[in-house]
């Protein structure tokens, strides 16, 4: 984060003035190196006991400008000839305000000039690069509002030597700040807010004088939406739409395994759009792993309608509590309260109803097979045979009936459990979005 200081020093007016001996630069300079210059040891006060007052405006950009006045220079413009001269940074005592919250190097290259002014009032226009530390708040990530400080205070001089205000209107440093910054970058400046911290008399032998900016930053979430909630959402969606497919006919779980690896690709590579600070987990954490799960949770439903439909035929009857269960009740829950057909059952009565009019075949004695001509003997065998053809059909048609109500089964577990996937999947991603809501429109009312 790039931020700017403007430090304004209001201080005592000069008690005497410079006498130059013609209205020249070099005759300006002359007297500045006799009244001073190489005087940086202390602070630029006529007693010691008299603090220098600072006062601080802050500037949301990259340069930290720090005005101060020296007690006893001031000049006639008209006898030296100038109001404003450059000098070197070097030969000025010059206050040592600081960031406390700047953790590194400042890398913009170095100036070497300052202006002094014909009231002995100093600027130093230093471009400063602040890296800061800041406590985010990512819960609601990407829709968060952060509020990140900037404290100023001397690094050595206590309150009784340095003594720091609030030399600009806040509203006027956010109208400039706002100004100023042309690159729109990730976050958006939302508002900016000043403190001065009251020290008690018994510690101001001990403290700092101390003036602290509130930055109020949006983040830009139109990036996070587009990359990643959108197309997490597509996807979750595609996974919803596959319960369409018939598992029987297509394989359905190959297709939802396509989907999990896509989206654990599509997680790889969003990585890096994800916060890696912070001390909570970031909302949007939470709504991956939820369609991570429902993804899966999908495919072990799909694995289950597959095993109980292709092996269907290997499975006993149906128990009846389950027929009771699933193919009355909830099959109507369901809308799949069609029965398996009963075209076995009718064949099943016809099939009992032609055994019942068969005449019983009676083992004949064995002097009346002796009796019998050949072609009654080969109806015989071809009767048995029959029979045998009509027990190996009825149990066909038995174990179709079993296959089928199990098949059926099937279908209504997968109806219901698409249901109630509709339904959590809805329930969670509108508490999801509400609590988004609520925290965003909590932290913008803090503003």
């Known amino acids: 984060m790039e931020v700017t200081g403007h430090n304004d020093a209001l201080l005592i007016k000069s008690a005497e003035t410079i006498n130059c001996s013609e209205p020249t630069s070099d005759a300006l300079l002359t007297a500045l190196k006799k009244s001073i210059f190489d005087k940086t040891e202390i602070r630029p006060v006529i007693n010691l006991k008299t603090p220098t007052n600072i006062s601080v405006g802050f500037t949301l950009y990259g340069i930290f400008d720090v005005d101060w006045n020296i007690e006893g220079l001031s000049w006639d413009p008209v006898e030296c000839g100038t109001k404003r001269v450059s000098l070197p940074r070097k030969q000025l005592w010059r206050p040592d305000v600081v960031i406390n919250e700047f953790i590194d190097e400042n890398k913009v290259p170095d100036t070497y000039y300052l202006y002094i002014e014909n009231t002995g009032k100093v600027t130093d226009d230093l471009p400063i690069h602040v890296i800061s530390s800041c406590n985010l708040d990512i819960y609601t990530f990407p829709f968060d509002i952060q509020n990140c400080s900037f404290t100023f205070n001397s690094y050595q001089h ?22 100023v910054m042309k690159t729109k970058g990730e976050w958006e400046l939302v508002d900016m807010l000043a403190q001065k911290h009251t020290i008690p008399p018994q510690e101001m032998n001990i403290s700092r004088d101390t003036i602290t900016y509130y930055i109020v930053l949006r983040r830009r979430a139109t990036l996070y939406v587009v990359n990643l909630l959108i197309p997490s959402c597509f996807l979750i969606t595609v996974d919803l739409f596959s319960f369409l497919l018939p598992p029987q006919n297509v394989d359905r779980s190959s297709f939802k395994m396509t989907l999990i690896l896509g989206y654990t690709v599509f997680l790889l590579l969003m990585n890096d759009l994800l916060p890696v600070t912070g001390n909570t987990l970031p909302l949007i954490n939470v709504f991956f792993s939820l369609c991570l799960a429902l993804m899966v949770a999908s495919l072990l439903e799909t694995i289950l309608i597959i095993n109980i439909q292709c092996g269907s035929s290997n499975y006993g009857p149906l128990p009846r509590w389950a027929k009771v269960l699933f193919l009355n009740y909830l099959a109507k829950l369901v809308f799949l309260s069609k029965k398996p057909s009963d075209q076995n059952c009718d064949l099943e009565e016809h099939r009992t109803e032609t055994q019942r009019c068969d005449p019983v075949v009676e083992t004949p004695p064995r002097e009346a097979i002796h009796n019998t001509t050949p072609a009654l003997q080969e109806l015989r065998k071809i009767s048995q045979e029959l029979l045998s053809i009509r027990q190996q059909v009825d149990k066909h048609f038995k174990t179709d009936e079993s296959a089928e109500e199990w098949i059926h089964l099937g279908q209504v577990i997968d109806r219901l459990l698409f249901g109630m996937y509709i339904i959590f999947l809805s329930v969670s991603f509108i508490t999801i979005f509400v609590i988004w809501q609520y925290w965003y429109n909590k932290n913008a009312s803090l503003i």
């Open 158 to 179: 206590t309150i009784l030597d340095v003594q720091l205000f609030i030399g600009r209107p806040v509203e006027k440093s956010l109208a400039i700040s706002l100004g």
